[in-house]
């Protein structure tokens, strides 16, 4: 059977990684897609490095091991980049996915990361014009999506809907999703 | 949310495809105290409750040997009930267990399976689960949320038969499972409701009619018979929880048995494990095959009863099986799958030669690899024609 795709997500405890990863989930549910989505659990403080892991697959996903060599790893926070190693067994020509407000190559230059991808946005700075306030998680998702094809863009967008819609207010939602829609165009790859 | 009339494809974590499966069941009584991980599953049957979804009367208590016993007067009383909990929640249950078994009331508990103190840990293992396993009661163990899912619904028919009226125990594994979110295909509501049909009550405490009394004293005039019979109607079972099994796979295209054999009817090597570490195990399996290894898996969903004769046909003709023990016996000769499988096979000649690896306890992780590393030394002690070492960890730091 075919190795499901596997993401790892980097980020702190609060900026909302675990919703992130079941944000995913449910955006590959519309694709008719298999998935996995779990937290890795331990003494969870705010601020303190988190991770959250995705698996994906068109055939039932059987495996329930930790993901130790994912083919993704999505850095929700900037400034985990040199203070954990984000690059951790990632796969040969592995994809990066960045909130961070340089280039390809700036992030390649930092992490000493010449293979496979990178996708980076400035998340942080899009939601601060759009929601007035730093929210990466939503974002994120649309840098992500252009480099995961196993998912649409609206698919992702139904799924933050559905995530937020009983919980936020019409206007709020709305703003979330047009993050990540400013996301997903802005996001450069190289 | 609205009631849902069609089958529906959702993510959910296994916690929640209990909470769901509780919600269509719509259960007369629920008693209930929460506990990591098994809280998720209480709290979002709280939200059915508040929401209006279900006429469950939903017993808030302050604590699981509370809860056991309110389940216990509520089922005594005539009711459909369930509850659900977790590692010291269940050793809290302890002597409640017991007394649900014996009084043959048909309650359906949750059990997300997690190690027991000390030191304090929230992760998978199995010892809260195997330290219930005399206790009398059915223990259904399941892969995946989806089985967590179809084996409550299943749990329900089993628990309630009238050749059957005893406690069923539905497991799955802490955190790889109860909080993990997977693709669930949930049945229809009215699908659900039809296939566990209305609950019939036997020997109601409250039929004032046909007045019964339960739990009084019975000494060694009765007490031995009364054991007898619990002890034929628990092996009685295996038979009612096949037939089920198959009705169910009708229905959703989901067939269950007591055992699934993955690749086993060539095999000479084959592992033995229960819930989450089977499908992990499966995976194992392929890349071995595909080297051209002759191994297989034997995955024991139902532990309690103990399938023996079934067991015994599934792996007389191998030469070598590895059980692989997520608890252990403190003193004992291997782990409660090795110590039973073993003696099973005893009356069998010849027979594999078998090794028992414990792992995974308090959630550390288990791999393809370390499964890999089982098989290869199970096909070591067939090749040298005697076991050396019984007993072995997979996974552990020396």
Same mark, same amino acid.
């Given at each position: 059977?075919?190795? +499901?795709?596997?993401? &790892?997500?980097?980020?702190?405890?609060?900026?909302?990684? !675990?919703?992130?990863?079941? @944000?995913?989930?449910?955006?590959?549910?519309?694709?008719?897609?298999?998935?996995?989505?779990?937290?890795?659990?331990?003494?969870?403080?705010?601020?303190?490095?988190?991770?959250?892991?995705?698996?994906?697959?068109?055939?039932?996903? &059987?495996?329930?091991?930790?993901?130790?060599?994912?083919? @993704?790893?999505?850095?929700?926070?900037?400034?985990?980049?040199?203070?954990?190693?984000?690059?951790?067994?990632?796969?040969?020509?592995?994809?990066? !996915?960045?909130?961070? +407000?340089?280039?390809?190559?700036?992030?390649?230059?930092?992490?000493?990361?010449?293979?496979? &991808? !990178?996708?980076?946005?400035?998340?942080?700075?899009?939601? &601060?014009?759009?929601?007035?306030?730093?929210?990466?998680?939503?974002? @994120?998702?649309?840098?992500?999506?252009?480099?995961?094809?196993?998912?649409?863009?609206?698919?992702?967008?139904?799924?933050?809907?559905?995530?937020?819609?009983?919980?936020?207010?019409?206007?709020?939602?709305?703003?979330?999703?047009?993050?990540?829609?400013?996301?997903?165009?802005?996001?450069? @790859?190289? | 949310?609205?009631?849902?009339?069609?089958?529906?494809?959702?993510?959910?974590?296994?916690?929640?495809?209990?909470?769901?499966?509780?919600?269509?069941?719509?259960?007369?009584?629920?008693?209930?105290?929460?506990?990591?991980?098994?809280?998720?599953?209480?709290?979002?049957?709280?939200?059915?409750?508040?929401?209006?979804?279900?006429?469950?009367?939903?017993?808030?208590?302050?604590?699981?040997?509370?809860?056991?016993?309110?389940?216990?007067?509520?089922?005594?009383?005539?009711?459909?009930?369930?509850?659900?909990?977790?590692?010291?929640?269940?050793?809290?249950?302890?002597?409640?267990?017991?007394?649900?078994?014996?009084?043959?009331?048909?309650?359906?508990?949750?059990?997300?399976?997690?190690?027991?103190?000390?030191?304090?840990?929230?992760?998978?293992?199995?010892?809260?689960?195997?330290?219930?396993?005399?206790?009398?009661?059915?223990?259904?163990?399941? #892969?995946?949320?989806?089985?967590?899912?179809?084996?409550?619904?299943?749990?329900?028919?089993?628990?309630?038969?009238?050749?059957?009226?005893?406690?069923?125990?539905?497991?799955?594994?802490?955190?790889?499972?109860?909080?993990?979110?997977?693709?669930?295909?949930?049945?229809?509501?009215?699908?659900?409701?039809?296939?566990?049909?209305?609950?019939?009550?036997?020997?109601?405490?409250?039929?004032?009619?046909?007045?019964?009394?339960?739990?009084?004293?019975?000494?060694?005039?009765?007490?031995?018979?009364?054991?007898?019979?619990?002890?034929?109607?628990?092996?009685?079972?295996?038979?009612?929880?096949?037939?089920?099994?198959?009705?169910?796979?009708?229905?959703?295209?989901?067939?269950?048995?007591?055992?699934? #054999?993955?690749?086993?009817?060539?095999?000479?090597?084959?592992?033995?494990?229960?819930?989450?570490?089977?499908?992990?195990?499966? #995976?194992?399996?392929?890349?071995?095959?595909?080297?051209?290894?002759?191994?297989?898996?034997?995955?024991?969903?139902?532990?309690?009863?103990?399938?023996?004769?079934?067991?015994?046909?599934?792996?007389?003709?191998?030469?070598?099986?590895?059980?692989?023990?997520?608890?252990?016996?403190?003193?004992?000769?291997?782990?409660?799958?090795?110590?039973?499988?073993?003696?099973?096979?005893?009356?069998?000649?010849?027979?594999?030669?078998?090794?028992?690896?414990?792992?995974?306890?308090?959630?550390?992780?288990?791999?393809?690899?370390?499964?890999?590393?089982?098989?290869?030394?199970?096909?070591?002690?067939?090749?040298?024609?005697?076991?050396?070492?019984?007993?072995?960890?997979?996974?552990?730091? #020396?």
């Amino acid at each position: 059977m075919e190795k +499901p795709l596997e993401i &790892r997500w980097h980020g702190r405890g609060g900026q909302g990684v !675990v919703t992130a990863s079941r @944000i995913l989930a449910d955006a590959l549910l519309r694709e008719g897609k298999y998935f996995q989505a779990f937290p890795e659990y331990g003494p969870e403080r705010m601020g303190a490095p988190v991770k959250a892991y995705n698996r994906v697959s068109d055939a039932p996903i &059987r495996i329930h091991s930790g993901v130790t060599n994912p083919e @993704i790893v999505v850095v929700v926070d900037p400034t985990l980049i040199g203070a954990v190693d984000v690059l951790e067994g990632l796969a040969e020509n592995g994809t990066v !996915v960045a909130n961070f +407000p340089g280039t390809p190559k700036e992030l390649r230059d930092l992490l000493h990361f010449s293979g496979g &991808r !990178v996708a980076v946005v400035d998340a942080s700075l899009i939601s &601060r014009e759009i929601l007035g306030r730093v929210v990466v998680n939503t974002p @994120i998702l649309g840098a992500l999506c252009r480099v995961l094809p196993q998912v649409r863009l609206e698919s992702v967008l139904e799924a933050v809907r559905a995530q937020f819609g009983e919980k936020l207010r019409a206007e709020v939602v709305e703003k979330n999703l047009a993050c990540l829609r400013r996301a997903y165009e802005e996001a450069q @790859i190289g | 949310m609205k009631v849902m009339q069609e089958r529906v494809s959702m993510g959910l974590n296994g916690n929640a495809a209990a909470a769901h499966a509780m919600r269509q069941i719509n259960p007369h009584v629920v008693a209930a105290y929460p506990i990591t991980p098994q809280t998720d599953c209480v709290e979002r049957f709280a939200e059915f409750v508040s929401e209006g979804l279900v006429d469950t009367e939903f017993v808030t208590v302050e604590s699981e040997h509370s809860a056991l016993s309110a389940c216990i007067g509520a089922a005594a009383s005539g009711g459909r009930v369930m509850t659900a909990t977790s590692s010291q929640g269940l050793a809290l249950m302890w002597e409640m267990l017991y007394i649900a078994a014996s009084m043959r009331l048909p309650i359906v508990m949750m059990v997300v399976n997690r190690a027991l103190s000390g030191n304090i840990n929230i992760h998978c293992d199995h010892s809260d689960t195997m330290g219930a396993r005399d206790a009398g009661w059915i223990q259904l163990f399941s #892969e995946n949320a989806q089985e967590v899912y179809d084996n409550m619904i299943q749990a329900v028919r089993i628990a309630e038969d009238m050749r059957v009226r005893l406690p069923v125990m539905v497991t799955q594994d802490g955190f790889i499972i109860s909080h993990a979110v997977e693709r669930v295909e949930l049945l229809g509501d009215e699908e659900v409701k039809t296939f566990v049909g209305p609950y019939k009550a036997l020997y109601s405490l409250l039929d004032l009619q046909h007045p019964v009394t339960y739990g009084p004293l019975d000494l060694f005039d009765y007490y031995f018979e009364h054991k007898r019979s619990q002890i034929e109607a628990i092996d009685n079972c295996l038979p009612v929880i096949e037939e089920v099994g198959k009705e169910f796979g009708k229905l959703s295209g989901r067939f269950y048995g007591l055992l699934e #054999e993955y690749r086993l009817a060539d095999a000479e090597y084959a592992v033995v494990v229960l819930g989450s570490t089977c499908g992990t195990a499966k #995976e194992a399996v392929d890349r071995l095959r595909d080297r051209g290894k002759k191994v297989g898996l034997l995955k024991i969903r139902c532990f309690r009863p103990f399938p023996k004769e079934q067991i015994i046909r599934a792996l007389a003709p191998l030469k070598g099986v590895a059980v692989l023990d997520r608890s252990v016996t403190f003193g004992g000769f291997g782990g409660p799958v090795f110590t039973e499988i073993r003696s099973a096979l005893y009356d069998v000649s010849p027979r594999p030669l078998i090794i028992d690896f414990y792992y995974g306890l308090g959630g550390r992780d288990i791999y393809v690899e370390d499964i890999e590393k089982a098989f290869a030394r199970i096909e070591d002690v067939v090749r040298v024609g005697w076991v050396d070492k019984h007993i072995d960890y997979l996974g552990l730091r #020396e």
